[in-house]
């Protein structure tokens, strides 16, 4: 029994771990949308995306499936 308890609180806390370094990635996003959008424009201020990917840098002869 003690082992299934030791076992449980492990994988428990294992579980609660990766829980915690996925809320501020995944789900803190999702619940405060307006704030995620608020602070991505701040970070994101001043770039211009063709800079960073120009249009049409990808072609179809490149992207094909096999």
Sequence with gaps: MARLSRTL???????????????????????LPEEYKREQSINRAGIVQENIQPPGILDSRVCTVS
Excluded: D
């Design 9 to 31: 609180v492990i994988f428990g806390g294992f579980v609660a771990v990766v829980g915690a370094a996925f809320y501020p990635i995944y789900f803190r996003p999702l619940l």
